[in-house]
């Protein structure tokens, strides 16, 4: 089910970035820098003009991609680990990253020989975990079945380093 575009479930989606520096108030502050969110609003109609100014997990750095790898890998021991280079690990980061968003690019994650039988449905379980790291890394990502141009659209975030209307 999708989430409705309203205050009540923007408040919820600023709330999985809480104690981020990603929140800004242009109403506040004309030439805002983003700061720590603080729900102190006795009424979510308040955050009308607030955002969250977050990463492009387009953009997604090299050592994030690692770490994406190993949230799915972590499980195996660390002689297994060793077989895997840094850029395999990026590789498999890229495709997990992919995956979340569009659900598609197992195969080619498969075809690397990474899991067993019957592993790769088990990734659905992973890619709760690959979410909380985006999001603690500050990146924009979907919520509740909202995709990240939609977010974008209803106003609640926006890119670092991009104008409003950059795509």
């Known amino acids: 089910m999708k989430a409705e575009i309203n205050d009540l479930n923007k408040v919820r989606f600023f709330a999985q970035y809480w104690g981020q520096k990603v ?8 030439n805002p820098v983003p700061n720590c969110w603080i729900f102190d609003h006795t009424n979510p109609e308040d955050i009308d003009e607030e955002y969250l100014l977050l990463k492009d997990a387009e953009k997604c750095s090299d050592e994030h991609l690692k770490s994406i790898a190993l949230c799915v890998f972590d499980q195996y021991t660390d002689a297994n680990k060793m077989i895997y280079t840094d850029q395999d690990l990026i590789d498999m980061g890229r495709y997990l990253l992919g995956f979340h968003f569009t ?3 197992l195969d080619d994650i498969d075809e690397m020989g990474v899991f067993e039988a019957g592993e790769i ?24 079945g909202l995709g990240v141009k939609e977010i974008i659209e209803a106003g609640w975030g926006r890119y670092e380093g991009k104008e409003i209307c950059d795509e």
């Open 103 to 105: 659900g598609e690019g």
């Open 23 to 30: 929140f800004v108030n242009p109403v506040l502050d004309p």
């Open 121 to 144: 449905e088990e990734l659905n379980y992973e890619l709760v975990f690959i979410a909380d790291k985006l999001r603690g890394w500050g990146y924009l990502i979907d919520f509740e």
